[in-house]
């Protein structure tokens, strides 16, 4: 329905200002601002207004069904206001999050612990969780970034910066192995154990005694449903306890892993970020690369942090994908090639911090590319070795 016929300019720049607003960042300044405009512009009308237009709004001044029209343009989310800020981040109740593996997946008991009563999907590979997120199939992903024992999940990282979603917090959770097999099947029967890369470096000990073959898949839930849809008796598969009353397996053997002390760290991703406070400890993560590469320039960079006494807990560094090697002159003996980094940076402070933002002026000093990633609450809960029926 077109409306421009009925209402005054200044009644249309209003509800011009009032949609183009963009309330999330604007703050609640964006209405009164919108309706000084709007009286500017009514000013302006009312002298110069034409006799159809006055016709127009005397028939419709009071008319109910112009009122219901107008009220219904104008029905726009609520701006953000300092009362919004004061509220705790809201998680989880009947939101859907994506996650890679399937059911029985760690992955998947770190999005139920995440976002408790959550609708868990699972996906095939981690690109596809952050694709679901971005085309409104989820509403959240949660995906490991990080693992006591095997380190940094690089792929993340990268889709990390190929992805425009937004860290808006982290999860950690114990990893607690269980060796599984077909019912009646012993231990000592087993030719073979397969599971996810990772969970086979960390059950090595145990592994290198029963003397079995060892194959990887993608996920250790994975390695359950294959060996139940296959029948094989003499393939075991390292995964949780849950993924064994999923798919009608026997544990074979309980908490085989290395290392009791073995948590892996995940990232809960959504399409917008969360307001940064200043109420409980916050945790930053940012990806910068140096404009230019000399002696103490990363070091300088990093500087900027400890200067304000702000702690760095991770900082990884990856190739660049679109400039993957850098070439200097050598000293007039030929030519030099080193790699292009971009460097992942996690710090203990909020965005709403005075120290964090001028840290990040200092930073840019020197960075060529500045990328904030997060800026979310820390996991402050107690890391329990994953039991049996939490796994």
């Known amino acids: ?38 009286e500017k512009e009514n000013g302006m009308i009312v002298n110069q207004q034409d ?45 859907k999050v994506a996650y890679q593996g399937v059911p029985g997946a760690y992955s998947e008991l770190a999005a139920t612990k995440a976002y408790p009563d959550c609708e868990a999907v699972p996906c095939d590979q981690f690109e596809e969780a952050f694709q679901a997120v971005e085309l409104w199939l989820s509403d959240r992903a949660v995906l490991p970034i990080e693992n006591s024992l095997g380190g940094s999940i690089h792929r993340n990282y990268d889709l990390l910066l190929r992805h425009r979603l937004h860290i808006v917090g982290e999860v950690q959770i114990g990893v607690h192995h269980c060796l599984l097999g077909l019912p ?14 990772q969970a086979l470096a960390q059950c090595e000990h145990t592994l290198s005694k029963l003397g079995v073959a060892r194959e990887a898949v993608d996920d250790t839930a994975g390695a359950a449903q294959y060996i139940t849809d296959n029948n094989l008796h003499d393939t075991g598969a390292i995964a949780s306890a849950r993924a064994a009353e999923l798919y009608g397996l026997d ?3 309980d908490g085989i892993q290395d290392d ?26 940012i990806v910068f690369a140096l404009e230019m590469e000399q002696p103490g320039a990363l070091f300088k960079a990093l500087s900027a942090f400890a200067l304000r006494d702000i702690n760095l807990t991770k900082i990884e560094s990856r190739p660049q994908r679109n400039r993957p090697l850098r070439v200097v002159d050598d000293f007039n003996h030929g030519v030099a090639k080193y790699f292009a980094y971009m460097f992942y940076i996690d710090f203990e402070a909020s965005m709403a911090e005075r120290r964090a933002q001028n840290a990040l002026g200092q930073l840019q000093e020197f960075a060529g590319f500045l990328r904030m990633l997060g800026s979310y609450p820390m996991d402050m809960t107690p890391i329990d070795p994953a039991s049996r029926s939490a796994s």
């Not at 607003?21 to 405009?37: D, F, I, K, N, Y």
């Not at 726009?76 to 705790?88: G, N, T, V």
């Not at 012993?186 to 073979?192: A, G, I, M, P, V």
């Open 1 to 38: 329905m077109d409306l421009s016929g009925v209402l005054s300019n200044g009644d249309l720049a209003y509800v011009a200002c009032v949609q183009s607003a963009e309330w999330q960042s604007a703050g609640p300044t964006l209405s009164s601002q919108c309706v000084r405009q709007a």
């Open 51 to 95: 006799e159809i237009s006055n016709r127009k709004l005397e028939k419709l001044d009071y008319d109910s069904t112009f009122r219901e029209t107008f009220k219904g343009l104008v029905t726009l989310p609520k701006p953000l206001s300092i009362s919004d800020l004061a509220k705790p981040p809201t998680h989880g109740s009947r939101l």
């Open 184 to 197: 009646g099947v012993k231990k000592e029967q087993l030719k073979r154990v397969i599971s996810h890369p």
């Open 251 to 253: 544990i074979l053997a």
């Open 260 to 285: 009791s002390g073995n948590v892996t760290r995940f990232l809960m991703l959504a399409r917008e970020p969360i307001i940064p406070r200043t109420d409980r400890p916050f945790k930053t993560s």
